[in-house]
Each structure stands twice: as structure tokens, then as C-alpha cells.
């Protein structure tokens, strides 16, 4: 099993360095923040990358987004769970606290001397 995972990196590595070799194309980035040319206060000097550089940034971009998303969420979910287990516990000791008292079960249920 250890060598189909070492042989499935391996195959991800060759699209990877066939898809950085086949992308060498350069690409320059523009950031308007307005769409009026003449304002150049927020000038981003305008740096040709190769296009592999660029979908890898994307999708690197995506995944953080996605990640820190993702923590959030169960972050979240977290803190919930440890609400609704404090729930329980109270719970779990009122009903505790009622069996002790002789209401363990129902009076039908109860044996008649």
C-alpha cells in the first residue's frame, strides 16, 4: 500500500512540473483600485511573472480562504459541543438527584408490599 502512495506524489509531482514547464509564459498583474488611470498613489510596480506562478498563488490564495474558513466553522462547532455537554451534566446530575430521592421509577411500576 505504501508504494501506490509513493507512486501516486510521484505522479503529482510530474503534472506539477509539466504544468510549471509548459506555463513559463510572463504575465503582468494589474491592481486598479479605481478604474481612473491618473490616479498613481496606489501604484503596484508592474512585475512580469511566469503564469504557472500565478494559478499556483490563486490556488494557494483559495486554500487559505478556505482553511481559515474552515476553522472558524469548527471553532464554532467547538463551542457549541462544550455548551451542550455542560447541558448534560446538569442534567445528568438533576436526574441523579431525583433518583435519589425514591423517584427511580414510576409509582406503576413500583412494587406493593
Excluded at 14 to 29: A, K, R, Y
Excluded at 60 to 75: C, E, H, P, Q, T
Aim: net charge positive; glycine share 6%; aromatic share 12%.
Amino acid at each position: 500500500m505504501r508504494w501506490v502512495k509513493t507512486l501516486l506524489w510521484m505522479l503529482i509531482f510530474l503534472i506539477f512540473l509539466l504544468f510549471c514547464i509548459q506555463n513559463q509564459d510572463p504575465v503582468t498583474l494589474r491592481f486598479v483600485l479605481f478604474p481612473i488611470e491618473n490616479y498613481q498613489w496606489l501604484d503596484i510596480p508592474k512585475v512580469p511573472l511566469p503564469l504557472f506562478l500565478v494559478v499556483l498563488f490563486s490556488i494557494f490564495l483559495g486554500i487559505l480562504v478556505g482553511g481559515i474558513g474552515d476553522l472558524y466553522r469548527r471553532v464554532q462547532l467547538k463551542k457549541t459541543l462544550r455548551q451542550n455537554q455542560k447541558i448534560i451534566e446538569r442534567l445528568e446530575k438533576e436526574v441523579q438527584s431525583l433518583r435519589g430521592s425514591g423517584l427511580d421509577q414510576p409509582s406503576f411500576m413500583k412494587k406493593e408490599d
